[in-house]
């Protein structure tokens, strides 16, 4: 499939700029599907002939004013009516990494969700090729390296992800990791026990939600049962001190997600969230936007969000970032961890 795509070259950051930009990260903890901008959705939804129940870009955005984990997941699957063709997913995932390159983000990991198109009639396939022809291009078009997280959907059944691994077979080539996301509670870690050891005897690496809405022992499960090597979120870990210990003991990475967090109800206020306690502890913490479309912001949005509610100093916002870099899946390319890291200490704040 070719279509025209007008390429415009980001400016590339030397030692010798003179206004210091956002500081270099990456984004570890970022569901593709929750980058749809309402814009977005509406020349999706023209193009493919999709009327959406919302009469225009503000009735759509008021919509997104979320109770909970579930009221969110349920506007976040509907408008997924949206996504089509390959050129969707590839529209997509390229129109966020030219935000996230403007925000000083280097490096994405991205989740996508294949159960939530494929229920819909859209192949695997379709979603794959798309998203990876943008993230290939990532670097050349927006200077950001990439990987592919396929995450399992955990409030549908244990059969249906080994059957999504299945599909996905052809395409691994594309994908770095699997992951396990959407609604939480009653759906523990455990329920995917043998999806997981299938997929780490592919040779892919392993990562999940726990303890956002769920309790610490479902992060206990993730690293016990699954063997994950980062959790996402893993927020509740805070109310288990022998848990605390051990993730810090194990230099386990948590992708923290506060703007999400404010959203879908977590904490009351940024304020409240336990970010900078969790630094002091030791806990390797990044900062992450989640679904940043409906929760109010990108990477940078995030970092300035708790640089401001939290008062964190410019040593807490550089170690959120180095420990962006020491937690990303480049184990394959240290010496581009090694140059990300060397930017992260050299930056200067503004
Ligand atoms: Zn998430």
Do not use: W
């Amino acid at each position: 499939m070719s279509h025209t795509v007008s390429v415009s070259p980001h400016p590339s950051p030397t030692a010798s700029s003179t206004a210091p930009g956002p500081v270099p990260k990456a984004e570890l903890h970022l569901h593709i599907e929750g980058t749809l901008e309402p814009a977005q959705a509406f020349a999706f939804a023209a193009r493919n002939g999709i009327t959406l129940p919302y009469a225009d870009e503000a009735e759509l955005t008021a919509a997104y004013a979320f109770e909970d984990l579930q009221s969110f997941l349920d506007l976040y699957y509907a408008l997924m009516a949206v996504l089509r063709t390959e050129r969707d997913f590839f529209e997509l995932a390229d129109a966020y990494l030219a935000r996230a390159a403007e925000q000083g983000v280097r490096h994405a990991e991205i989740f996508f969700d294949p159960q939530a198109h494929t229920c819909r009639g859209v192949p695997i396939g379709t979603v794959i090729e798309g998203l990876s022809r943008a993230l290939a291009a990532g670097e050349e078009r927006h200077g950001i390296s990439t990987r592919l997280i396929l995450c399992f959907l955990r409030d549908q059944s244990a059969e249906s992800a080994l059957q999504t691994l299945e599909e996905a077979r052809p395409y691994l080539d594309r994908i770095t990791a699997v992951g396990l996301d959407s609604a939480e509670v009653g759906h523990p870690p455990s329920k995917f026990r043998e999806v997981f050891a299938a997929a780490e005897a592919l040779g892919l690496r392993k990562v999940a939600h726990a303890g956002e809405e769920g309790p610490p022992a479902y992060i206990v499960e993730a690293l016990d049962v699954l063997g994950v090597e980062r959790i996402d979120h893993g927020l509740r870990c805070v109310e288990d001190p022998a848990l605390v210990e051990r993730l810090v003991r194990e230099r386990m990475p948590l992708t923290l997600c506060p703007l999400s967090n404010v959203r879908l109800r977590a904490v009351d206020t940024l304020a409240d969230h336990p970010l900078p306690g969790m630094l002091r502890a030791g806990l390797m913490a990044t900062v992450n936007s989640d679904d940043p479309a409906y929760f109010g912001g990108y990477a940078g949005e995030n970092f300035d969000a708790v640089r401001d509610a939290l008062a964190l100093g410019e040593e807490e916002l550089r170690t959120l970032a180095r420990n962006s870099f020491l937690a990303a899946f480049l184990d394959d390319d240290e010496e581009r961890r090694a140059r990300y890291l060397a930017e992260v200490e050299s930056h200067t704040f503004g």
